[in-house]
C-alpha cells in the first residue's frame, strides 16, 4: 500500500511540473517562444508584436560639477527593459513579454484578448 502512495505522489509531482514547463512557453502556431530566446527568434516565430514599450527599472541619479562650476543632477538607466503585447485574440490572451539585452527574461499574460489575432500562425 505504501508503495502504490509513494508511486502516486512521484507521479503527481512529474505531472505538475511537466504543466509548469509548458506555461512558461508562448506557442505562435507551430512555433514556441521561451525564456532565453532572443528578439528576433520571436518576432519570426509570433510576428509583429501589438505593441510595444521601453522602460527603465533601478534609475541611479548622481551629481557632477559642470566646466563652469555649475552642479548638474544626471540620471543613468540602471536596467534597460522592453516590452512586447501579443493580442492572440478572442480565444486567447494578451501575453506580455519583457526582453532586456535582447534576451526574452519573461513572459506573462494581460487579461483576454480581443478580436482577431495578432500572433502568428493563431
Known amino acids: 500500500m505504501k508503495t502504490k502512495m509513494t508511486i502516486v505522489f512521484l507521479a503527481s509531482i512529474f505531472f505538475l511540473s511537466v504543466a509548469v514547463l509548458e506555461s512558461l512557453a508562448l506557442r505562435c502556431g507551430l512555433g514556441l517562444v521561451t ?3 532572443t528578439k528576433m527568434k520571436v518576432q ?13 527599472e533601478q ?8 566646466k563652469n562650476g555649475k552642479i548638474k543632477k544626471n540620471k543613468k538607466c540602471g536596467k534597460k527593459l522592453e516590452v512586447w503585447y501579443y493580442n492572440c485574440g ?17 513572459e506573462d499574460t494581460e487579461g483576454r484578448g480581443k478580436g482577431k489575432s495578432d500572433c502568428q500562425g493563431k
Not at 519570426?44 to 527603465?56: I, V
Not at 478572442?90 to 519573461?106: P, S, V
Open 59 to 66: 534609475n541611479q541619479q548622481y551629481t557632477s560639477v559642470g
Open 44 to 56: 519570426m516565430t509570433c510576428g509583429k508584436p501589438t505593441s510595444k514599450e521601453k522602460s527603465c
Open 90 to 106: 478572442d480565444n486567447d490572451f494578451i501575453y506580455k513579454l519583457t526582453f532586456e539585452n535582447n534576451k526574452l527574461i519573461k
Open 35 to 37: 525564456t532565453g530566446d
